[in-house]
């Protein structure tokens, strides 16, 4: 009589990277809750690294991180056992700086859930390459392309996809606010917007209505990066879509912000409970939104994204012309956030899109290991 086969199949242990030198490090200690809550732990072992923001790695205990009350953010302990990625390539290994801290070891994916800079700027990816560690998103060119909003733009319109009319302005030219207002005068006129290059929340944007208002808006926007944008204001409403994939990626269903303040700004974002409300979907014609999927869908490829992205879009409220506005290849991802929402509203549960990105990791890293990496004539 034969036997039954057993396949014991191993866990994957799934890195999840959280916190960060970022201005969205609370966000990304919610997103980061929700991602581990949605992990099957039968088939997934969550390994928890927590970057404190002095930008130091710990190495968190998945039981302890998660005994705080359901859905309240992965709380971040300053005193766990500092970790470092070794960039040897082989094993995909981490290890303690403590000698008596017991290593890491591998880690078959990492998902860095980490917003903004040092996260959704190909920082991280950079060094999960040269660790040899698959992760979920995009590499470090379309990170990097997707975090700066002018490069962004950039491609997007070499792409032909329509973006704000705007220029940009850097701190090494040292012009002056009255110089820059006489180029928003000749180019489009008020208001504007007005924000720095690489940044993410709405932190450092800010809408001047008129010239007097520009110095204020430039010191701001110059407080957090070197470039910084100038965009003519549009009345807008704020359509976002969300893709998913790799070389055949596919789009959700579309949603819209909706601010309560003036604009959609980092109080509206984080602060205020009713800042905004989501509407999923949103209503717009079949037309407009089939119209908003194809451009996602082409301005994901525009700048070589893999995994995800949330593709935001203003609609003119006179004209109702669409323009991208930003792409984000980290979005928020709490239960309640736009990009999963959008998602589960198109049929993808939340625990099932986890799986689905977890799985555009691993093809997207089992592609590249067949590539060559030097010339054998
Ligand atoms: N050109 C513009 N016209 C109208 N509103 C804008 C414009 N640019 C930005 N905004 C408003 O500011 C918000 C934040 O700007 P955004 O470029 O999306 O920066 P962030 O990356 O910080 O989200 C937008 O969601 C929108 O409400
Ligand atoms: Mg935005």
Redesign the pocket.
């Known amino acids: 009589m034969l036997t039954p086969v057993v396949t014991m199949e191993r866990k994957l242990r799934v890195g999840v990277i959280f916190g960060g030198r970022s201005g969205e490090h609370e966000i990304s200690l919610l997103s980061a809750r929700s991602i581990v809550d949605a992990l099957d732990r039968e088939r997934y072992e969550p390994v928890l690294l927590g970057i404190d923001r002095a930008g130091r790695w710990h190495l968190h205990d998945a039981a302890q991180a998660l005994l705080a009350t359901p859905g309240a953010p992965l709380h971040l302990d300053p005193t766990a056992p500092p970790v470092v990625v070794s960039p040897g390539g082989e094993g995909s290994s981490l290890v303690t700086t403590q000698d008596a801290a017991p290593a890491v070891g591998s880690l078959d994916v990492v998902f860095p859930v980490l917003h903004g800079t040092y996260g959704e700027d190909g920082t991280i990816q950079g060094l999960l390459e040269m660790a040899g560690v698959p992760y979920v998103g995009s590499g470090v060119l379309g990170s990097a392309a997707g975090m700066d909003?002018d490069v962004a733009k950039r491609l997007l319109r070499s792409a032909g996809l329509p973006v704000?009319e705007g220029f940009v302005v850097r701190a090494h030219q040292g012009r002056s606010a009255d110089e820059v207002a006489r180029e928003v005068e000749s180019r489009f006129g008020w208001p504007v917007?007005v924000?720095p290059a690489n940044?993410?929340?709405?932190?450092g944007?800010s809408k001047a209505r008129k010239a007097d208002e520009l110095a204020a808006a430039l010191a701001n926007a110059f407080r957090y990066d070197t470039k910084v944008l100038i965009?003519?204001?549009?009345a807008?409403r704020?359509l976002e879509c969300a893709v998913l994939g790799n070389d055949a990626p596919r789009a959700s269903v579309v949603g819209e912000i909706v601010?309560t303040h003036e604009?959609?700004s980092y109080t509206a974002k984080y602060l205020d409970e009713g800042g905004a409300h989501l509407r999923i979907p949103a209503i717009l014609t079949p037309g407009q939104s089939e119209e908003i999927r194809r451009m996602s869908v082409e301005a994901f490829a525009a700048l070589e994204l893999s995994g995800l992205a949330r593709v935001?879009f203003?609609m003119d409220k006179i004209a109702g012309s669409l323009f991208i506005?930003?792409v984000n290849t980290l979005p928020g991802f709490t239960s309640i956030s736009m990009y999963p929402k959008l998602w589960e509203a198109a049929g993808v549960p939340y625990a099932a899109l986890v799986d689905k990105l977890i799985g555009l990791a691993l093809e997207r890293a089992a592609q590249r290991r067949g590539l060559s990496t030097s010339f054998a004539p």
């Open positions: 909003k704000v917007f924000k940044m993410g929340s709405s932190v944007v965009e003519r204001g549009h807008v704020e601010p604009f959609y935001d203003f506005n930003e």
